[in-house]
């Protein structure tokens, strides 16, 4: 799942908000993306993907027990057996 998408479900489940949008920096650093725009902040100079802020916001709901992202797992879902009958290719191309 994209950064993006996971803001936009936290977002809607009301445990983040996006910050306060802030003027554009003066003078504009040459890290800075006019046509790239952040979700979390708000603004441009950053895609939402690259937002490190919003990285940081996310482990801290996931640290502090807010978000469980625990879902199937190989070591808590396995898998169910598979059985070992073979499928033979048809008869055209054996």
Do not use: W
């Not at 939402?48 to 482990?59: D, G, M, N, P």
């Amino acid at each position: 799942m994209t950064l993006t998408r996971v803001f936009e479900k936290f977002r809607d489940a009301r445990l983040i908000v996006p910050l306060a949008p802030r003027p554009l920096p003066h003078p504009i650093p040459p890290h800075f993306h006019s046509h790239e725009h952040c979700l979390y902040h708000q603004i441009q100079g950053h895609d939402t993907e690259r937002c490190s802020a919003l990285h940081h916001a996310i482990q801290d709901l996931i640290d502090s027990g807010l978000v469980n992202l625990s879902g199937p797992s190989v070591t808590t879902n396995p898998l169910p057996t598979h059985s070992t009958h073979a499928v033979l290719p048809p008869p055209s191309l054996q």
